[in-house]
């Protein structure tokens, strides 16, 4: 099994401190995605990356920023922390071309900023 | 009009009903399809891939109806665990563009 894995589940941090969260997948995936989970909003995309260094941006991009040093490592960088930000962030990998067996997710960041 | 649009919900069913979800995509070249199922303050997680000729997972079924670009996830009798929040995913084809739908409430009740 794909195990996508996310340093923290829950976080709580204050305006202006510049938040990382990590994500660790084991299944040599070529494509990470962060997205961010509202109610009523469903999940936005923030940012992705296809491969190691590269990075695109998503539907949401603004206030934070991303790191892809190595192929099984995702960073997403709030480079400082408001409180708008407050929500949950998921991981996710996937291997094949167009995602064409869906996404595996990590459990989730539940991130409080205060 | 968003991208992907899913019965607003909640749904509460008793134990043993059948309980029907409606998606509608707006991106006709939409290639690959999906059911994911969410538990609360847990990550999404497949539950089933959407075929082109409508496929079955024991008491799941999802039709894909390309022509009127809508997806349908039917589940037969009931059981409390399947109380979650369905989400519709429609992936456009690219690396990126994996769609969700906002999700539908399901509440199983004695």
């Known amino acids: 099994d794909v195990k996508v894995t996310q340093s923290s589940r829950y976080l709580v941090k204050r305006t202006g401190e510049k938040v990382f969260l990590e994500c660790v997948q084991d299944m040599d995936h070529e494509n990470m995605f962060w997205y961010r989970q509202d109610p009523g909003l469903g999940l936005r995309l923030i940012y992705f990356s296809y491969d190691v260094k590269m990075k695109e941006k998503g539907d949401i991009p603004e206030g934070y920023s991303v790191s892809r040093e190595k192929k099984e490592r995702f960073s997403l960088i709030l480079e400082s922390a408001s409180t708008n930000q407050t929500s949950m962030y998921l991981c996710a990998s996937s291997g094949q071309a167009n995602n064409y067996y869906g996404y595996t997710f990590g459990s989730g960041t539940r991130l409080t900023v205060v | 009009r968003k991208e992907v649009e899913q019965d607003p919900g909640p749904f509460n069913v008793p134990e043993g009903a059948t309980v029907a979800f409606n998606c509608t995509y707006s991106?006709?070249?939409?290639?690959?399809f999906f059911w994911y199922r969410q538990d609360c303050r847990k990550e999404p997680k497949l539950l089933m891939s959407?075929?082109?000729s409508g496929n079955e997972d024991g008491r799941f079924t999802a039709q894909l109806n390309r022509a009127s670009q809508y997806i349908s996830l039917l589940i037969r009798d009931s059981k409390l665990s399947d109380s979650a929040t369905y989400l519709c995913v429609v992936n456009g084809g690219g690396n990126n563009d994996m769609r969700f739908g906002a999700g539908t409430r399901l509440t199983v009740k004695p």
């Open positions: 959407v075929y082109s």
């Open positions: 991106n006709s070249a939409s290639q690959s």
